[in-house]
């Protein structure tokens, strides 16, 4: 089953040195929140797996802009902030969700993010949706997929989910991640830079 989200945020965190664990308890403890949460349709906290200093990320997905502005005025931000200072260094990105694909159980997960070139944005945009998209569909393994632009300015991302490391391997060798390379030169101002999550909490509604 599919269901079409317009709507995200995509909040990178960064651990204070010696605060792994306090950023990761902290989005574990949070998911009994997200849980009863109305309208999200999707909530991820992922932890890269090869990040120094340890990095976190965040994402979920609303359908529509008045359910995401009910949760960033919530408990949880709200929470977030108060500990930030203790906890965490950086501040959130929001970013704008072009397209999806979503089922369920989901373990791995992957970010792929990119840079176009300057007069590419909608041509990054066309290929997300026109190329991307269509491969993605024929990934029996791949649970969920997600292609982000941040409005105004030519930062794009890819964050997909999978059930195993076998599954997460596979994409990563697939026509998905071909197609993309092959595409480097004309669409993107270098190679796109690859990181590996493992799943701390989710919720996903079908």
């Known amino acids: 089953m599919s269901r079409t989200v317009t709507h995200s945020l995509l909040v990178p ?29 999707q909530w991820y906290a992922t932890r890269l797996t090869s990040a120094s200093p340890t990095q976190f990320l965040v994402l979920g997905t609303y ?29 959130p990105i929001h970013s704008e969700i072009l397209s999806e694909i979503v089922a369920h159980n989901i373990t791995k997960a992957g970010k792929v993010s990119f840079m176009a070139k300057s007069g590419r944005t909608d041509a990054v945009k066309k290929f997300l949706v026109e ?32 059930a195993s490391d076998e599954a997460r391997e596979a994409h990563l060798a697939g026509p998905v991640a071909a197609a993309l390379i092959a595409s480097i030169d004309e669409n993107f101002t270098g190679f796109p830079d690859i990181a590996k999550l493992d799943i701390l909490a989710a919720k996903v509604k079908l």
Request: glycine content about 6%; hydrophobic content about 45%.
């Open 131 to 162: 190329v991307a998209l269509p491969l993605i569909k024929a990934e029996t393994d791949t649970i969920s997929w997600y292609a982000l632009h941040w409005p105004g300015t030519e930062k794009f991302a890819i964050v997909d989910f999978f």
């Open 13 to 41: 965190l960064t651990a204070q040195t010696g605060k792994e664990n306090d950023v990761a308890n902290f989005l574990i403890n949070a998911h009994s929140i997200i849980l009863n949460w109305p309208n999200i349709h």
């Open 63 to 91: 359908p529509n802009d008045e359910a995401r502005s009910a949760y960033l005025t919530g408990p949880l931000p709200k929470s977030l902030g108060e500990n930030a200072p203790e906890i965490l260094v950086g501040m």
